[in-house]
């Protein structure tokens, strides 16, 4: 996920309307925002993506210990403040088509 929606991201700001996402053209709000692949299932999954690689790694190491866990809970934190921000920074950038792409 985390990598499936970068590669995404990046091959239509690299190809444009050229690029194929899951086998089809990309799918646009105002032919800015993208709304097909991962794009179009959520927000921010690139961060979720990277939120879970990190809770499976530390699963891995049992639950015997809290140290295995601080780094994906500190992600977690960290991300969710982050997506906050990209939120109000697209909202201010796109104004009304941020509105009908959070919807």
């Known amino acids: 996920m985390?990598?499936?929606s970068n590669w995404q991201k990046f091959d239509y700001k690299l190809y444009g309307l050229?690029?194929?996402?899951w086998?089809?053209?990309p799918?646009?709000?105002g032919d800015k925002l993208l709304?097909?692949?991962w794009w179009g299932i959520?927000?921010?999954l690139n961060y979720t993506g990277e939120i879970l690689m990190y809770y499976t790694?530390?699963?891995c190491c049992g639950t015997g210990s809290i140290l295995p866990?601080?780094?994906p809970l500190q992600l977690t934190i960290m991300l969710s403040h982050r997506a906050y921000r990209d939120d109000v920074k697209c909202a201010k950038k796109y104004g009304d088509l941020w509105k009908e792409y959070c919807q």
């Open 2 to 4: 985390l990598r499936s």
């Open 18 to 21: 050229k690029a194929k996402i």
């Open 23 to 25: 086998g089809s053209e």
């Open 27 to 29: 799918k646009l709000i």
């Open 35 to 37: 709304v097909s692949g």
């Open 42 to 44: 959520g927000r921010h």
């Open 57 to 59: 790694i530390a699963y």
């Open 69 to 71: 866990y601080i780094v």
